[in-house]
């Protein structure tokens, strides 16, 4: 069994931050691309950011470059969202998943990913 639990995720003000985490299970973590993926209410679920096995490579989506940054422990079985200066349009539940070999999805798609978190819910206000 893999499983992916979120945590950090609250209520901020415009332009604060906020740290999310997700904890995998299993022993082998390092085999996966990991993501973030977000929703807001009465949206469909959207890519934020992506890394590789290693770290060395990332991805994000346009909306939160250079305000957001992945990063992954391999020894602890974590993966990360530093999330700064945020916005109102980033309220949304914030979901950490999980694609394990054979990769056969583009990154940034939902269909990709094979395990999934329960979610966090980020909340910006005003």
């Known amino acids: 069994q893999v499983q992916l639990v979120e945590s950090g995720g609250g209520s901020v003000q415009a332009g604060g931050s906020l740290r999310l985490s997700c904890a995998v299970s299993?022993?082998?973590?390092?085999?996966?691309?990991m993501g973030w993926f977000r929703q807001a209410p009465g949206k469909e679920r959207e890519f934020v950011a992506s890394?590789?096995?290693?770290?060395?490579?990332?991805y994000y989506a346009d909306s939160v470059k250079g305000r957001f940054t992945i990063s992954r422990d391999n020894v602890k079985n974590v993966v990360y969202l530093q999330m700064n200066s945020l916005k109102p349009e980033d309220t949304a539940v914030y979901y950490c998943?999980?694609?394990?070999?054979?990769?056969?999805?583009?990154?940034?798609?939902?269909?990709?990913?094979?395990?999934w978190g329960q979610g966090t819910q980020v909340t910006v206000s005003s």
């Open positions: 890394i590789n096995r290693s770290g060395g490579s990332t």
């Open positions: 998943a999980g694609d394990a070999p054979p990769y056969n999805g583009i990154y940034y798609a939902t269909a990709s990913y094979d395990y």
């Open positions: 299993g022993r082998t973590f390092s085999y996966y691309i």
